[in-house]
């Protein structure tokens, strides 16, 4: 079970919006930045979002990500069928002394 | 452009040890950043290993920290991982990634390498 909690699956239809929840708690999300990443099929993880809403050059600005308290967000607007993939939250725990990951969402595009 | 690589056995046997090595390449390690592993069992999620700083400082998953050893060699421009005792539970694919000082992000990741633990 992951330290950071996501929906296992979300789904929309071309040119929606949608968004994917990561959910923490004091010792990670609530004192440490949200990170992202995008892992296409296949392939390895990409940086999508850095500090809870900052993207990396090259991303497009469809992606975006935001924190409130213990919890994390990342909307995907205009969707397109190239966003289908698994997508990770991640945050380092005071705690744990770790960085810790959210257990994945796999987004599918109808 | 900074590109990573991981290199080594396919394949190790229960009770072994895990030894993998990341190449990096368009970046000096000795210039800073942490270098980190992290782990993709088949069909699961991502799981931190450890990074560590180019003066050979280093931070653990304290789930894997009695297991784990990472270091790095400068002169080479590269760093490794050794994972000892290994069981089924290790097999995944095994990913490289630069990661920040402050903010603990991963950017850019090696494509990875799969690591089946089975005699």
């Known amino acids: 079970q992951s330290v950071l909690t996501q929906p296992p699956s979300a789904s929309g239809t071309p040119g929606q919006r949608v968004t994917i929840s990561c959910s923490g708690s004091s010792s990670n999300i609530g004192s440490n930045t949200v990170n992202w990443y995008q892992q296409l099929p296949g392939t390895a993880p990409k940086l999508l979002i850095y500090s809870n809403n900052q993207r990396p050059s090259g991303v497009p600005d469809r992606f975006s990500g935001s924190k409130s308290g213990t919890s994390a967000s990342l909307a995907i607007s205009g969707l397109q069928s190239e966003d289908e993939a698994d997508y990770y939250c991640a945050a380092w725990d005071d705690s744990l002394n770790a960085v810790v990951f959210g257990g994945g969402t796999k987004l599918t595009v109808l | 452009q900074v590109q990573l690589q991981e290199s080594g056995p396919g394949l190790v046997k229960p009770s072994e040890t895990l030894s993998l090595t990341c190449a990096v390449s368009?970046?000096?390690?000795?210039?800073?950043?942490?270098w980190g592993w992290i782990r993709q069992p088949p069909g699961k999620g991502l799981e931190w290993i450890g990074s560590i700083y180019h003066s050979g400082s280093t931070y653990y998953n304290p789930s894997l920290k009695s297991r784990v050893t990472i270091s790095v060699d400068t002169s080479k421009n590269q760093f490794s991982l050794k994972l000892s005792s290994v069981t089924a539970a290790d097999t995944a694919v095994y990913y490289c990634?630069?990661?920040?000082?402050?903010?603990?992000?991963?950017?850019?990741w090696g494509q990875g390498t799969l690591v089946t633990v089975s005699s």
């Open positions: 990634a630069r990661e920040t000082t402050v903010g603990n992000w991963f950017d850019p």
């Open positions: 368009g970046y000096s390690i000795s210039s800073g950043y942490y």
